[in-house]
Antibody, heavy 121, light 108 residues
């Protein structure tokens, strides 16, 4: 069965970086893109960006440009999201989510369990 | 950037009643619209995609309609497990693949 398993919770100081992993199983990793979505406490869902697991192409939300990098390791079927220069308002649960199909326009059918990142001095 | 606006913010419904949730896009997204359900402490779950197609395993009491800029999610007879927050998302013009702010369906 399809699974996305994320790394554990992180506590970081302002200005630091965090790298969250998302290990996929149960399907051909390179056939479906991966997006990252975050949710601040008590707030809604915010799309952060997308990576093609086929060729590594990325699209990032404009508000995160310059601070976020998404990568993949196809040998381990793992996607990564690194966020730099952390601020207190980056405190959120971070999710990875799989495109339901390959191609340009796709919703998300499988989600990771979420990784809580807390930014606090 | 396409802005998605959901209404109402909170919907109070009795079990067994119908719930109707709305989602409006700031410009046409064709039928490239999805609905997700999220319960506390859980990841979102895909309910509807293509504006009206139920995802695998989603009960028939969930239905979606609309195209262009106006969309509706209807839950025909609310069950206890349906009380949750619902988000719409457009995936037509991106980046970004924007979400609405959510509608909380609570017990009346």
């Amino acid at each position: 069965q399809v699974q996305l398993v994320q790394s554990g919770a992180e506590v970081k100081k302002p200005g630091a970086s965090v790298k969250v992993s998302c290990k996929a199983s149960g399907y051909t990793f390179t056939s479906y893109g991966i997006s990252w979505v975050r949710q601040a406490p008590g707030q809604g869902l915010e799309w952060m960006g997308w990576i093609s697991t086929y060729n590594g192409n990325t699209n990032y939300a404009q508000m995160l440009q310059g601070r976020v990098t998404m990568t993949t390791d196809t040998s381990t079927s793992t996607a990564y999201m690194e966020l730099r220069s952390l601020r207190s308002d980056d405190t959120a649960v971070y999710y990875c989510a799989r495109d339901i199909w390959g191609g340009n326009r796709s919703p998300f059918d499988y989600w990771g369990q979420g990784t809580l990142v807390t930014v606090s001095s | 950037e396409i802005v998605m606006t959901q209404s109402p913010a909170t919907l109070s419904v009795s079990p067994g009643e119908r719930a109707t949730l709305s989602c409006r896009a700031s410009q046409s997204v064709s039928s490239n619209l999805a609905w997700y359900q999220q319960k506390p402490g859980q990841a979102p779950r895909l309910l509807i995609y293509g504006a009206s197609t139920r995802a695998t395993g989603i009960p028939a009491r969930f239905s979606g309609s609309g195209s262009g800029t106006e969309f509706t999610l209807t839950i025909s007879s609310l069950q206890s497990e349906d009380f949750a927050v619902y988000y719409c998302q457009q995936y037509n013009n991106w980046p970004p693949r924007t979400f609405g702010q959510g509608t909380k369906v609570e017990i009346k």
